[in-house]
């Protein structure tokens, strides 16, 4: 499987505190994952209690990371 970053998740990265191995860990073995209208792919997993959303578009065995960040909304 090969990650590729957007250029604004490179800038969340830096932004957010979040390391690439953290978002690698919530592709890899995500809690639940859905896909919206859009054909993105949102997964999700739980960390220190807080749940980190990451949003990428799948391509084949390729995932596009566009953004990630702690929703706040989600029930830990």
């Known amino acids: 499987m090969q990650i590729i970053y957007t250029k604004h998740a ?22 639940s994952s859905q896909t919206d209208d859009k054909g993105l792919c949102h997964l999700f997993k739980t960390i220190n209690d807080k749940v980190l959303r990451v ?6 065995n390729t995932y ?13």
């Open 10 to 31: 490179e800038d969340m990265l830096i932004e957010r505190m979040i390391s690439k191995i953290l978002i690698e860990q919530v592709i890899r073995e995500p809690d």
């Open 55 to 60: 949003v990428a578009r799948r391509e084949n």
């Open 64 to 76: 596009i990371i566009i953004t990630m960040y702690y929703d706040r909304r989600m029930k830990k």
